[in-house]
């Protein structure tokens, strides 16, 4: 009998004491909440300090000790202040690109690099083939800057690595993340040099496409006006062509075969309908069949009629 009673109070000890713990884990004690809103308001309080610094740092000091500060604390601010410092970071890299530009240009520096540097190649590849402790100071800071260096008529200059920015996507608003991924194909692959361009032709559609999307996807994007500026570069491209790569042959007017055939894959593989771009270039591709793909005065005026360049 005593055990049975035993049984009947420990199962209702047990009842009792899940209850307590289902109440206790429902509803944290007061000072719960308080350490709680004390460590939120903490993190809070840190987060604006690290934008308030980094924001002051991109004004005052080089960009290379910025950019080392925002990448060791930007988990620690919000998604915009994270969007709005990375937006800054690269108004920053293209304001101080003169002076890095200046510096590579200097008598000693810019023949040392012209010796070592290979075309394209990231600065940690050329610092590993340098001793120089003069040239070595200047390539570590364009790296720790967010440059690379590039090359065009005879000289080696920075140009911004948008690369060295994809490590800040996951604390940035979506936009800014696209904005990123076009940018970094832009300075992976320059596609004009020399007053030449030098991707294909097929490759100007595409970006194109990915321009558009973007605009269509952000339209009140902080960068919408620059993705709008490139689009209309490689619409330039494909009406005008550059002195030298003319999109009609100098020696008879035809139009060069590779547009044509980047016209002709890009028209058959998407949707015209949906793309102000690709009806742009169904248009014009009609009106070169028309004329045999040769520069007529049709031609020349119908693309300054369409494509304005005053």
């Known amino acids: 009998m005593k055990s049975k ?3 009947v109070a420990a199962i209702l000890a047990l009842a009792l004491s899940l209850q ?14 308080s350490a709680s809103t004390a460590a939120s308001n903490k993190a809070t309080a840190f987060g604006n300090a690290v934008y308030n610094k980094a924001s002051k740092l991109l004004k005052e000091k080089d960009v290379a000790y910025a950019k080392t500060y925002i990448t060791k604390h930007i988990r620690s601010v919000t998604r915009y202040q994270a969007t709005m410092l990375v937006l800054k ?25 012209m010796n070592i540097y290979k075309y394209n190649e990231p600065i940690s590849a ?4 340098t001793k120089d402790d003069n040239l070595r100071q200047v ?31 996951p604390y940035i608003n979506k936009d800014i993340q696209a904005y990123i991924d076009i940018m970094v194909v832009e ?33 009140k994007s902080n960068r919408a006006a620059e993705v709008e500026r490139m689009l209309w570069f490689m619409e330039f491209s494909l009406f005008y062509g550059y002195n030298n790569t003319p999109l009609f042959a100098y020696e008879d ?28 270039l169904k248009a014009w591709s009609d009106v070169l069949k028309s004329n045999n793909d040769k520069l007529t005065k049709e031609v020349e005026d119908y693309r300054q009629k369409e ?4």
């Not at 307590?20 to 909440?33: D, F, H, L, R």
């Not at 992976?188 to 097929?202: F, N, Q, R, Y």
């Not at 494509?307 to 005053?310: D, G, S, V």
């Open 139 to 169: 390539l570590i800071n364009l790296r720790d800057s967010g440059y690379r260096l590039f090359t065009t008529e005879g000289v080696v200059f920075p140009i911004v690595d948008y690369k060295s920015l994809v490590s800040y996507k």
């Open 187 to 219: 300075s992976e692959k320059v596609s004009v040099s020399d007053g030449a361009l030098i991707i294909p032709w097929s490759d100007v559609i595409d970006r194109g496409l990915v321009q558009e999307a973007f605009l269509k996807a952000h339209p």
């Open 253 to 280: 007017n035809l139009l060069d075969p590779e547009v044509r055939q980047a016209l002709d894959q890009a028209l058959k593989r998407n949707d015209i309908e949906n793309s102000p771009f690709l009806k742009k």
């Open 20 to 33: 307590t713990g289902i109440i206790a884990g429902a509803a944290p004690s007061s000072e719960t909440k």
């Open 5 to 7: 009673k035993s049984a």
């Open 126 to 129: 050329t610092l590993s083939r």
């Open 89 to 113: 970071l690269e108004n920053a890299m293209k304001k101080q690109l003169s002076a890095k530009t200046d510096i590579v240009y200097k008598t000693g520096i810019q023949d040392k690099l």
């Open 307 to 310: 494509f304005p360049l005053e």
